[in-house]
Every structure is written in C-alpha cells, then in structure tokens.
C-alpha cells in the first residue's frame, strides 16, 4: 500500500476511533489502539481491497462498539475480532463484486516511489496470490489465513470459523492442496484457477 493510502488509513481509523465510545459507557479505545493495525491486516488477507479497507476497518469497529459488552471470556479478543473481520470482509468483497459488475474499471492508481518495472512485478504477483486466494471455498481460505498467516494455534482457528479440530486441519490441508496446484499451474504458464 502507498503512503498517501497508508496516511488515509490512519485518518479514518483515528476517526473511527474518536465515534467508539458509547454502548452502554464502553470505552472502545483501547481496543482499538490495541487491534487496529491487526484488524487492519486481518481484512486485506481476507480479500478487502485496499479502496475499501478504511471504511471495513471501521465497520468492525463500530461492530466492536456495539458488542463489547457481550464478550464473555469463551474467546479472546483477538479470536472475537478475527470473527467479525471474516464476516465483514465476506460482506465487503460481495459488495465490490457488485458494484464492479455495474461499473466500468477504475483508472490505475499512481506508482509512488518505485520504478515502473518493480510496480508491474509487484502487481503481478499480488494479483496472482489475491487471485489463488479468491479460488479456494471460504471456509478453507479462513482457516488457511489464521493458520498461516496470523499464525494462530489450530485449536484457536476451529473456534474462530465454527468447526470441529479435524474438520479445520482438514481444511487447511485442501487449502494448501488447492495453493500448491495453482502455483503449479502459474508456473507452467497458464493461470491459477
């Protein structure tokens, strides 16, 4: 991400953060100093586009301002937020998968400080690993990013999406299958459906 993005980023979650006191008194700000660059994270491995990230960062939050209160120490923090970035994050790429439908492309974003060559290679590449990540099933993308990505302990993931410990090794199992046959096929040529 660019740093003129990064500093929007910033600005919306500083604002974000300003509305997260309510719900009953409960201070979201900590939470939000805490987590924010986490969740942040969380929804561009999820598939957010980084046009949207700021307004789905703060959709979390304002989720976490209403519900806070509800946490009741089943999970962590960290688990509680994953589960409302999987849900949001699905909500947000349904949403630009609509409206991408019924516009024309956006017009190229500007490249910064990088040489034209390192932002087309750079590009490639993140649009090939958005494009493996977007070809497996939801269920096995979640636990594939927990796992992998966050680094989350196995028992934590099944909790997070909801299944049982095997079904949730299962999963990543077939994720990393499904990963590794794309690769293959990216690098013989052809593309990674």
Do not use: N
């Not at 946490?71 to 991408?100: E, F, M, N, Q």
């Not at 070809?135 to 909801?162: C, H, N, S, T, W």
């Amino acid at each position: 991400m660019d740093a003129g993005r990064e500093d929007g980023l910033e600005v919306a979650l500083a604002a974000a953060r300003a509305r997260t006191i309510g719900a009953g008194g409960v201070d979201v700000g900590a939470v939000f100093d805490a987590h924010g660059k986490y969740v942040a994270r969380v929804l561009r491995c999820l598939g957010v586009r980084d046009q949207e990230l700021a307004d789905v960062c703060q959709e979390v939050f304002l989720v976490v301002q209403r519900r806070l209160h509800e946490l009741d120490g089943r999970a962590s923090l960290r688990t509680w937020l994953y589960a409302i970035c999987v849900r949001k994050a699905l909500a947000a790429r349904r949403d630009a998968a609509r409206r991408r439908a019924r516009e024309a492309p956006e017009s190229s974003e500007p490249i910064g400080e990088r040489t034209p060559q390192d932002e087309l290679e750079r590009t490639r590449r993140l649009a090939q690993a958005i494009e493996i990540l977007g070809g497996i099933a939801e269920d096995k993308r979640a636990v594939f990013v927990l796992y992998e990505v966050e680094q989350l302990p196995m028992p934590e993931v099944a909790e997070i999406v909801g299944c049982p410990l095997q079904t949730a090794y299962s999963r990543l199992y077939a994720a990393r299958k499904e990963i590794a046959e794309a690769l293959r096929r990216l690098r013989a040529g052809g593309r990674a459906e």
